[in-house]
């Protein structure tokens, strides 16, 4: 301050200084100070290209929080979190990728490392004249991101099991991950469980379409979506899993806090338009959709698991226990390194 030092010069210079250090803070190619070496890793996305749930990872690239923990992440896209492509990866350890209890109840030497999301924020759209499960009978639902046994699947089977029915009373269509909305709205299918933005574009482009149901009310219990690594690679090197996450769980405390300062981030990466992300990006704040810490509750993995056995999912006799689907312990080591527990509005997980 002037008061404490009277040469212009140098107050100016350290002026200079701090707008320097402020502008650099927000650089995407910011340089890790003290890197001896930058370490590798991939970080894997479950959606080509990503839905605004899935941005966490460009989100802390695109700010610098992979940089200054040393590391270089290189962004991988998958068709399906689910998808042969994507469980191959997790099984050799080439990325970090989205797992669940089913994989590992089938053997999937793989563990959760971080709930990315622990609630879904997805709704059930339907074609213009159903306005109850029931309707869904004989209907063409979407099966896209994996086909049988992928989310959309499971989703539209969740539905058709609210009114009494089962997957066989309904005709479930595969297709890209890309094709759900395009799919809505050339009739091609009646049901699609679809991400907030593309709710927000559906309604756009085709507003006879209707919200049936959205999927956290039908099952606010289920474990949406966690990053996991082989259980190898967490034996091998958890120090780099552990600051992968920290990143990732700086990026989510940041799109809760300065949510302007993501928006463009998101945009790029999903490639839809800006009123469609802010929709989206909404919606995930006001239902802590992302978490700010573990994104692990007990009680949430144990009830998806249970759920899991009782739809045939997984084997009763090879029922996975919570500890081991998820790995508390790394995910807290994460939470101390992005700075502690912290919560933000109403948002704990």
Same mark, same amino acid.
């Given at each position: ?12 210079? /350290? ?25 590798? =890793? ?90 109850? /499960? ?34 066989? &009373? ?14 809505? =709205? /050339? ?16 309604? #756009?482009?085709?507003?006879? $379409?209707? $919200?049936?149901?959205? $999927? ?11 990053? +996991? !690594?082989?259980? %190898? @690679?967490?034996?091998? &090197? ?35 338009? #800006?009123?469609?992300? %802010?929709?989206?990006? &909404?919606?995930? =704040? ?8 573990? +994104? ?6 144990? @009830? ?11 084997? /009763? +006799? ?11 312990? $790394?995910?807290?080591? !994460? ?8 919560? =933000? ?5």
């Amino acid at each position: 301050m002037m008061t404490r030092n009277p040469d212009k010069t140098f107050v100016l210079a /350290a002026a200079a200084a701090a707008l320097i250090a402020a502008s650099a803070v927000d650089a995407s190619a910011q340089s890790a100070p003290n890197c001896p070496t930058m370490r590798k =890793i991939n970080v894997g996305v479950s959606v080509a290209p990503p839905n605004v749930v899935h941005t966490s990872p460009y989100i802390a690239k695109a700010l610098g929080y992979f940089a200054k923990r040393c590391i270089d992440a290189n962004i991988v896209q998958f068709e399906g979190g689910q998808s042969q492509t994507s469980a191959v990866a997790a099984a050799q350890g080439s990325a970090i990728v989205s797992v669940n209890d089913v994989s590992i109840g089938r053997g999937l030497k793989v563990q959760q490392i971080w709930g990315l999301a622990p609630r879904m924020p997805q709704g059930y759209m339907v074609q213009e004249g159903v306005t109850s /499960a029931a309707q869904l009978k004989g209907k063409r639902l979407s099966a896209t991101g994996g086909g049988v046994g992928g989310f959309n699947w499971r989703m539209g089977r969740e539905v058709l099991k609210s009114a009494g029915l089962t997957e066989a &009373d309904a005709q479930f269509i595969p297709s890209p991950t890309a094709g759900r909305l395009p799919g809505l =709205i /050339a009739n091609q299918i009646d049901g699609v469980a679809l991400h907030p933005e593309d709710v927000f574009l559906a309604k #756009k482009q085709k507003p006879t $379409l209707n $919200l049936l149901v959205q $999927l956290v009310e039908l099952m606010p219990l289920y474990m949406f979506n966690a990053y +996991g !690594a082989s259980t %190898e @690679w967490i034996a091998r &090197d958890r120090a780099l899993l552990r600051d992968t996450v920290a990143a990732m769980i700086e990026a989510n405390r940041t799109a809760y806090r300065e949510r302007d300062k993501v928006i463009p981030i998101i945009v790029e990466a999903t490639t839809k338009p #800006k009123e469609a992300v %802010e929709y989206a990006l &909404d919606v995930l =704040i006001k239902n802590c959709v992302w978490s700010v810490n573990e +994104g692990f509750d007990p009680k949430r993995t144990q @009830w998806t698991i249970d759920n899991s056995v009782a739809n045939g999912d997984v084997e /009763a +006799g090879k029922k996975p226990t919570v500890e081991q689907v998820s790995n508390m312990k $790394l995910a807290s080591e !994460a939470v101390e390194l992005a700075g502690g527990r912290v919560t =933000i509005g109403k948002c704990v997980e």
